[in-house]
């Protein structure tokens, strides 16, 4: 099975940016559909961007559309989420997480395996 580990997160303005980064070991990612979710306090935890094992295509929430772009470096191992443009409802606990589905899952109930996250705050 696949670890995942995320670093990235932290504090930032409005309009600024950041990328979360997600290190596999145990197996390569692209063994895996990907996926990086969120979750706000009180908020239930959601899809925010995924690449299925083919690679052929990748899916975005609404709501990040045109200002989060998700990649992976498969020399590194490492599953990348670029965050631009971020604003304040963007905050929240972000986690990288593996599916051994081949095509792309948009819940949490399609995904095997978690990151522990890591805490993304946008300042207002």
């Known amino acids: 099975q696949v670890q995942l580990v995320e670093s990235g997160g932290g504090v930032v303005q409005t309009g600024g940016s950041l990328r979360l980064s997600c290190a596999a070991s145990?197996?390569?990612?692209?063994?895996?559909?990907m996926g990086w979710f969120r979750q706000a306090p009180g908020k239930e935890r959601e899809l925010v961007a995924a690449?299925?094992?083919?690679?052929?295509?990748?899916w975005y929430g609404g709501s990040v559309r045109g200002r989060f772009t998700i990649s992976f470096n498969t020399a590194k191992n490492t599953l990348y989420l670029q965050m631009n443009t971020l604003k304040p409802e963007d905050t929240a606990v972000y986690y990288c997480?593996?599916?051994?589905?081949?095509?792309?899952?948009?819940?949490?109930?399609?995904?095997?395996?978690w990151g522990q996250g890591t805490q993304v705050t946008v300042s207002s």
């Open positions: 997480a593996a599916s051994r589905a081949f095509e792309l899952r948009l819940t949490v109930s399609g995904y095997d395996y």
């Open positions: 145990g197996r390569t990612i692209d063994n895996y559909s």
């Open positions: 690449i299925p094992r083919i690679a052929i295509s990748t």
